[in-house]
């Protein structure tokens, strides 16, 4: 390729992103930022000049998955030629998480990396951008909102509050992201959420590694007190009459007032799912953990929960095999998932991190003890649910179409979710994307359901 070749076609990007919502919520960002600079998306990751590999460190299973991609596109994107592929443009930005804690291996172990930017630093991504390719210059393009994802035409991920300082003794987040709180202002979230309206948005989940601590740290004259459920009562008098629901992740169950569950109950506009990690039911255990509460108080507040609002769909994480859970800590875990009945779980083998205390804490409990601890709490766990959703057969739901159902091999099937975050699978086309659909729930597989429209 000749010099009048690389000038004829602007420089192209691709993001591969790992791990949570947030990390989807960033790779946005950084596509605003790449376009801001006058890159262009490409179609591939192997043909983007940019590939930004956005990563996740919170399990060792995250980390190898990244590691592994890696090694497998750097190998692609060598064989890959074509028009409009850049030479001397071809490289990688290793974002997120994973190069908080492994950057410098990664930066030696693949010199077609030509930056590392961890996760507590993001907001340098322009910065380290325009030093690794300092070819891109500043665009005069508007400032849209790049989709990464078809859904998100309709559905967007919102961060309202970076960092998290709970210190749980197995979570490497802390160190990860930021000990430390960054609540981002309400006029600025209200301004985002006017814009994503605006543009035809239906669906906007505000994000933090622990959401419901937003606000603890914003304490100046005028806003000195204002909490995630003031926030939440702000957003409900600003945008309740628009056509759109509102829902969050992650709540820390510490931090799950009455005013908050008041607020949530007192307009449709709010999404009737809950995702409350309770991570063991055993209060040994929780305490090791470092969560702050027992399991009788966890128990008290889904209560709180199921009497406010009665149709909430609750779901929450557990994690199997933590240092020092023995037969009857894990027993305990079993009759409290009975006795609350959660509608999903997300269920985990404990994964040491490296620089979290628990990573030098004694295990005398063998692997495979801990695999079939999980089996059996992923089993009961998969009845009850199922249970639970056989039990809304008939039931009727408002469905907001986000595209084509991938869980189906039939074709003129789309795919939805209920306000209550459940999918549901349906007869329709391409004209329903975006639209709100009656729908009726007829059959109800373990994480899904299939669904008739009434309108």
Same mark, same amino acid.
């Given at each position: 390729?000749?010099?009048?070749?690389?000038?004829?076609?602007? +420089?192209?990007?691709?993001?591969?992103?790992?791990?949570?919502?947030?990390?989807?919520?960033?790779?946005?960002?950084?596509?605003?930022?790449?376009?801001?600079?006058?890159?262009v998306r490409a179609e591939s990751e192997e043909s983007g000049d940019i590939l930004v590999v956005n990563t996740c460190s919170v399990r060792a299973k995250a980390e190898e998955r990244a590691v592994s991609y890696l090694g497998r596109v750097i190998q692609q994107r060598t064989e890959t030629k074509g028009p409009g592929i850049q030479t001397g443009h071809r490289g990688i930005a290793f974002v997120g998480c994973m190069a908080t804690v492994r950057g410098q291996e990664i930066l030696k172990r693949f010199p077609e990396v030509r930056t590392i930017i961890p996760a507590r630093e993001l907001d340098t991504f322009k910065e380290r951008i325009?030093?690794?390719?300092?070819?891109?210059?500043?665009?005069?393009? /508007?400032?849209?909102?790049?989709?990464?994802?078809?859904?998100?035409?309709? *559905?967007?991920?919102? /961060?309202?509050?970076?960092?998290?300082?709970?210190?749980?003794?197995?979570?490497? +987040?802390?160190?990860?992201?930021?000990?430390?709180?960054?609540?981002? /202002?309400?006029? *600025?979230?209200?301004? *985002? +959420? *006017?814009?994503?309206?605006?543009?035809?948005?239906?669906?906007?989940?505000?994000?933090?590694?622990? +959401?419901?601590?937003?606000g603890l740290e914003i304490k100046n004259s005028t806003q000195s007190g204002f909490d995630f459920a003031d926030l939440l009562s702000g957003i409900r008098d600003r945008f309740s009459d628009r056509d759109v629901w509102f829902k969050f992740l992650t709540s820390h169950p510490r931090d799950v007032t009455e005013y908050l569950i008041d607020v949530i109950a007192s307009h449709e506009c709010f999404s009737r799912h809950f995702h409350l990690p309770i991570q063991a039911g055993d209060d040994a255990v929780l305490e090791r953990m470092g969560r702050g509460y027992k399991s009788s108080e966890y128990i008290e507040t889904i209560g709180m929960i199921r009497r406010k609002i009665p149709e909430m769909r609750l779901s929450t994480d557990l994690i199997v095999g933590f240092p020092g859970e023995d037969e009857d800590a894990f027993e305990h875990t079993l009759d409290v998932v009975r006795k609350l009945r959660f509608d999903q779980a997300f269920t985990f083998l404990y994964s040491s991190r490296s620089g979290t205390p628990a990573e030098k804490w004694a295990d005398p409990v063998p692997q495979d003890v801990k695999k079939q601890r999980l089996q059996i709490l992923i089993g009961i766990q998969n009845q009850i649910a199922l249970e639970n959703a056989s039990s809304k057969i008939g039931e009727e739901r408002t469905v907001l179409i986000e595209g084509p159902s991938m869980r189906s091999s039939e074709d003129g099937m789309v795919a939805g979710r209920t306000r209550e975050e459940e999918v549901v699978v349906l007869p329709g086309t391409s004209d329903d994307y975006g639209r709100r659909l009656n729908v009726r729930l007829i059959d109800a597989k373990l994480r899904s359901f299939i669904g008739e429209r009434t309108d």
């Amino acid at each position: 390729m000749n010099a009048t070749d690389e000038t004829m076609h602007p +420089v192209s990007y691709y993001i591969r992103t790992f791990g949570c919502q947030m990390n989807v919520a960033d790779s946005v960002d950084y596509a605003r930022i790449l376009e801001g600079l006058g890159c262009v998306r490409a179609e591939s990751e192997e043909s983007g000049d940019i590939l930004v590999v956005n990563t996740c460190s919170v399990r060792a299973k995250a980390e190898e998955r990244a590691v592994s991609y890696l090694g497998r596109v750097i190998q692609q994107r060598t064989e890959t030629k074509g028009p409009g592929i850049q030479t001397g443009h071809r490289g990688i930005a290793f974002v997120g998480c994973m190069a908080t804690v492994r950057g410098q291996e990664i930066l030696k172990r693949f010199p077609e990396v030509r930056t590392i930017i961890p996760a507590r630093e993001l907001d340098t991504f322009k910065e380290r951008i325009l030093r690794a390719w300092p070819e891109l210059k500043e665009s005069s393009g /508007p400032d849209t909102y790049p989709l990464l994802r078809p859904e998100e035409k309709f *559905e967007r991920f919102l /961060p309202i509050i970076r960092g998290c300082i709970n210190h749980c003794t197995y979570c490497i +987040v802390p160190s990860a992201r930021g000990d430390w709180l960054v609540s981002k /202002p309400p006029d *600025e979230i209200f301004d *985002e +959420v *006017e814009k994503l309206l605006d543009s035809g948005v239906k669906s906007i989940t505000f994000l933090g590694q622990n +959401v419901c601590a937003y606000g603890l740290e914003i304490k100046n004259s005028t806003q000195s007190g204002f909490d995630f459920a003031d926030l939440l009562s702000g957003i409900r008098d600003r945008f309740s009459d628009r056509d759109v629901w509102f829902k969050f992740l992650t709540s820390h169950p510490r931090d799950v007032t009455e005013y908050l569950i008041d607020v949530i109950a007192s307009h449709e506009c709010f999404s009737r799912h809950f995702h409350l990690p309770i991570q063991a039911g055993d209060d040994a255990v929780l305490e090791r953990m470092g969560r702050g509460y027992k399991s009788s108080e966890y128990i008290e507040t889904i209560g709180m929960i199921r009497r406010k609002i009665p149709e909430m769909r609750l779901s929450t994480d557990l994690i199997v095999g933590f240092p020092g859970e023995d037969e009857d800590a894990f027993e305990h875990t079993l009759d409290v998932v009975r006795k609350l009945r959660f509608d999903q779980a997300f269920t985990f083998l404990y994964s040491s991190r490296s620089g979290t205390p628990a990573e030098k804490w004694a295990d005398p409990v063998p692997q495979d003890v801990k695999k079939q601890r999980l089996q059996i709490l992923i089993g009961i766990q998969n009845q009850i649910a199922l249970e639970n959703a056989s039990s809304k057969i008939g039931e009727e739901r408002t469905v907001l179409i986000e595209g084509p159902s991938m869980r189906s091999s039939e074709d003129g099937m789309v795919a939805g979710r209920t306000r209550e975050e459940e999918v549901v699978v349906l007869p329709g086309t391409s004209d329903d994307y975006g639209r709100r659909l009656n729908v009726r729930l007829i059959d109800a597989k373990l994480r899904s359901f299939i669904g008739e429209r009434t309108d």
